[in-house]
T-cell receptor
Framework: AAGVIQSPRHLIKEKRETATLKCYPIPRHDTVYWYQQGPGQDPQFLISFYEKMQSDKGSIPDRFSAQQFSDYHSELNMSSLELGDSALYFC?????????????FGEGSRLTVL | GNSVTQMEGPVTLSEEAFLTINCTYTATGYPSLFWYVQYPGEGLQLLLKATKADDKGSNKGFEATYRKETTSFHLEKGSVQVSDSAVYFCALTSNSGYSTLTFGKGTMLLVSP
């Protein structure tokens, strides 16, 4: 079965640079979520989208932005990168019609800021 | 708001020992409950879930029962293996619309031969 695809899997950037992460949800899943997991931490919710509109917002810094496109893929844009942005970034998807609330996670994109 | 509290780790066990990882939650309404597992260097994988009170989720020998009266969802396994070494996250989400998943802090399990 198709899973959530994230790219790139690994990314190394310098401070103050910009990074873009991409997420391709499971086909027919219309909702996408972004999570950030720092070293040894639990995943923290950043932002979610439903039908290309922002549906919920968590602890996403102002330096970050995201959007969902017409093909339902999503991109997380991070600017003015800081050392503390080094983390594993997960994308998850779900069908809005789901009655269990289960999210399906990608394998994550590991961002290292030097 | 929603929150999840799980026991701190690491939990260190010998192979074939009995495992319990405690998880309690606070939520409005009737959430769905999950256990996710994260193996070293990998992403989050759903281990099991329960969507209503008294449901028992089970997978790969792991079990957890949704206890509404105690707001708990403890993870158990009768006989752990070295390959079970990972970080286990308890999580919940409400059953309506686009609801985000709230995670506990995670519990590391280390199983030695």
């Amino acid at each position: 079965a198709a899973g959530v695809i994230q790219s790139p899997r690994h990314l190394i950037k310098e401070k103050r640079e910009t990074a873009t992460l991409k997420c391709y949800p499971i086909p027919r899943h219309d909702t996408v979520y972004w999570y950030q997991q720092g070293p040894g931490q639990d995943p923290q919710f950043l932002i979610s989208f439903y039908e290309k509109m922002q549906s919920d917002k968590g602890s996403i810094p102002d330096r970050f932005s995201a959007q969902q496109f017409s093909d339902y893929h999503s991109e997380l844009n991070m600017s003015s990168l800081e050392l503390g942005d080094s983390a594993l970034y997960f994308c998850a998807s779900s069908p809005l019609a789901s009655n269990t609330g289960e999210l399906f996670f990608g394998e994550g994109s590991r961002l290292t800021v030097l | 708001g929603n929150s999840v509290t799980q026991m701190e780790g690491p939990v260190t066990l010998s192979e074939e020992a009995f495992l319990t990882i405690n998880c309690t939650y606070t939520a409005t309404g009737y959430p769905s409950l999950f256990w996710y597992v994260q193996y070293p260097g990998e992403g989050l994988q759903l281990l099991l879930k329960a969507t209503k009170a008294d449901d028992k989720g089970s997978n790969k020998g792991f079990e957890a029962t949704y206890r509404k009266e105690t707001t708990s969802f403890h993870l158990e396994k009768g006989s752990v293996q070295v390959s079970d070494s990972a970080v286990y996250f308890c999580a919940l989400t409400s059953n309506s619309g686009y609801s985000t998943l709230t995670f506990g802090k995670g519990t590391m399990l280390l199983v030695s031969p």
